[in-house]
């Protein structure tokens, strides 16, 4: 195991889940989320983005100015496809077609990844291409419904926030790469390198990306009429399929995806269980500001609702 990539995911994963204790911390004292000065503010700012803005008190103008339309979440998907789609084809290029990774990548891989003589198998680079290239379908699906299916209302994310968002992607595609050595051997069959742990996260890497799309189509029905015509840009309460029982499913279907790939690398890589636990965390997050949210604005929002985890959080 790439054992400093494993600690930086889990130093992130810490880093979010102490974000989530100081935010529910904040939120019990008198004042609520706005309180506390500056740094309380800068906090909040930094956490929040769309819709839960407005949950963190009035911002300062010069907190104001570092902010960018939420809508350009889309960009981090096209990064995603661009860099991943890449990775993924030199990946395929060295497993099945003997050509040798680029000197550059060989280089990061041997200070970052796995060793160049560590002992390997067929399945290790079967599991590792098949993550990929869910990865890459993830990230185009999620550019197409940014694209084709979100209505996005005038929110904003801050810039640190995006940039964060920008690197997210190329390092987690990375990472994926760095979970095998480099010394690619093919010539196996490929009937050979499927196992059942191959099929069980693939399916439910489908069942999950089927429920979040769903979902996605749900939050951008509510501000279209019949015909697919945007007439609104405000919140309202959504029904129907997992948000039955969470305010956010489509974060929870978003954990599952993960989750799905830890099962197609062979449920025992511990570096991507980091990166699983981080994906918990920060989801958990925001789930919980935007749980938050619909409580403040709807009255008559269902009280059994879960924020993230049906029956559980």
């Not at 930086?8 to 889940?17: E, I, R």
């Not at 595609?173 to 979970?179: A, I, M, N, S």
């Amino acid at each position: 195991m790439p054992a400093g990539l494993g600690a930086a995911w889990a130093l992130l994963a810490a880093a979010f889940l102490a974000a989530l204790l100081l935010h529910r911390a904040q939120a019990r004292r008198p004042g609520g989320d706005g309180g506390g000065g500056t740094a309380s503010g800068l906090f909040q700012d930094l956490i929040r983005y769309g819709k839960t803005k407005s949950g963190g008190g009035q911002r300062p103008a010069w907190l104001r100015r570092c902010q960018v339309p939420k809508r350009w979440f889309t960009h981090f998907y096209i990064i995603s496809v661009l860099w991943n789609g890449f990775l993924l084809i030199e990946l395929f290029q060295a497993k099945f077609l003997g050509a040798a990774l680029p000197p550059w990548m060989q280089h990061l891989h041997s200070v970052f990844g796995r060793d160049l003589q560590s002992q390997n198998t067929g399945n290790e680079h079967f599991s590792a291409l098949l993550v990929l290239l869910l990865l890459w379908l993830h990230s185009f699906r999620r550019l197409a419904e940014c694209l084709c299916t979100s209505v996005f209302s005038n929110g904003v994310i801050h810039v640190v926030q995006y940039c964060f968002g920008l690197g997210y992607y190329i390092v987690l595609g990375t990472t994926v790469l760095w979970q095998v050595p480099i010394n690619v051997r093919h010539g196996k069959y490929l009937s050979m390198q499927i196992c059942w742990y191959h099929v069980v996260g693939i399916v439910v890497y489908i069942w999950a990306s089927l429920h979040q799309h769903r979902c996605l189509v749900i939050l951008a029905n509510l501000r279209k009429s019949k015909s697919g015509k945007v007439v609104s840009l405000t919140h309202s309460i959504p029904f129907g399929d997992w948000f039955e029982r969470v305010s956010c499913p489509h974060y929870f279907a978003e954990l599952l995806i993960y989750v799905s790939m830890a099962i197609t690398l062979g449920l025992d890589n511990v570096t991507w269980w980091f990166v699983v636990t981080y994906v918990l965390f920060n989801q958990a997050l925001v789930a919980v500001l935007c749980h938050e949210f619909y409580q403040k604005k709807f009255t008559s929002y269902p009280k059994h609702r879960k924020a993230f985890i049906p029956f559980v959080f």
